[in-house]
């Protein structure tokens, strides 16, 4: 089998970078809190996973589509949740 390196390369980080907000999701999850997360980096980070996405689909590349697809939907899940904490706390 001929392993072509830089495809391999690319492969492992997007698996590491689509799966980074993993950990934190079962966190939110587990603990039913996001006191301590940035509403700001969130929501920075979610703008920047889909506009990723767009690239790809801009030009094409599936492994960019699918790894910032993957991405964004859990950072989006852990903002998403944020600002049910947000509301849930304003309205008390």
């Known amino acids: 089998m001929n392993v072509n390196v830089p495809t391999a390369i690319g492969l492992v980080a997007a698996a590491l970078t689509s799966l980074a907000y993993l950990p934190q999701a079962y966190k939110v999850i587990r603990r039913g809190s996001t006191h301590d997360l940035s509403l700001k980096t ?3 980070l979610c703008t920047g996973l889909a506009l990723w996405v767009c690239y790809g689909f ?3 590349d599936a492994v ?3 790894a910032n697809a993957v991405g964004a939907s859990l950072a989006g899940f852990v903002l998403a949740c944020k600002l049910r904490d947000l509301s849930s706390e304003r309205s008390r």
């Open 42 to 44: 969130l929501a920075a």
């Open 58 to 60: 801009l030009i094409g």
């Open 64 to 66: 960019i589509i699918l």
